[in-house]
């Protein structure tokens, strides 16, 4: 048990919706970390928050965006969504990757279908 | 070019052996990281084990230790005592702290045989 969850556990949304998934982290912990995993492939980094600011952003359009809360909790929107955005949302949190502790802790998971 | 290889995509070991899973990276960053992570079919994300890139032992975790090779840019994972729990996929990854980013192979599936 991690400690971490996510929200909504599936979704389906249409091309050209926005999208809100919701994480909320271990208590505690202030870096939080959001990938995309589609079907039969690995985890792809979309970007870090630290401390409510971001810290860190793979090769993701700016449509991705997002936000952290002083409750430890975060936020992944997603604009204009487009089929290839259909995937395995995970978040992961950390009590501090920034400060050198390196274990990530991962949520379950948002399923997101785009049709 | 590809940050993180895992050249095998699936493979089968016998309850009990040792089976060891392969992973090459490419940086030019001096600090980083390389991880190990379990996925079940259930799909939660578990960490193994943590290399960092001046670490001069080589990390190890219950029957996980990570083979380090920092000339070669390996990390491979070696599980000792194979169990049937064990049958994953399992996911190389590595951390590039200058930049704070973070890349994920392909992933190994592993098959643990009775």
Redo the contacts between chains.
């Keep these: 048990e991690t400690g971490v969850t996510q929200s909504p556990t599936h979704l389906i949304k249409t091309r050209g919706q926005q999208v809100t998934l919701r994480c909320s982290s271990q208590s505690g912990h202030n870096t939080v970390s959001w990938y995309q995993q589609a079907l039969g492939q690995g985890p792809q980094f979309i970007f870090q928050y630290y401390r409510e600011e971001e810290n860190g952003r793979g090769n993701f359009p700016p449509r991705f965006s997002g936000l952290q809360f002083p409750n430890y909790s975060s936020e992944l929107n997603v604009n204009a969504l487009e089929l290839d955005d259909s995937a395995l949302y995970l978040c992961a949190s950390s009590p501090g990757l920034a400060d050198g502790a390196y274990e990530q802790y991962f949520g379950p998971g948002t399923r997101l279908t785009v049709t | 070019a590809q940050k993180?290889t895992q050249t095998q995509p699936g493979m089968f070991v016998q309850e009990k052996e040792a089976v060891t899973l392969d992973c090459t990276y490419d940086t030019s960053d001096q600090s980083y990281?390389l991880?190990w992570?379990k996925q079940p079919s259930s799909?939660?994300?578990?960490?193994l084990i943590?290399q960092?890139s001046y670490d001069e032992q080589n990390a190890t975790e219950g029957r996980y230790s990570l083979n380090f090779q920092k000339a070669r840019k390996s990390a491979n994972l070696v599980i000792s005592a194979s169990q049937l729990g064990d049958s994953a996929m399992y996911?190389c990854?590595m951390?590039e702290e200058f930049?704070?980013?973070?890349?994920?192979?392909?992933?190994t599936k592993l098959n643990v045989k009775p």
């Design positions: 993180i990281g991880f992570y799909g939660e994300m578990i960490f943590y960092g996911f990854a951390r930049r704070n980013k973070f890349y994920f192979g392909s992933g």
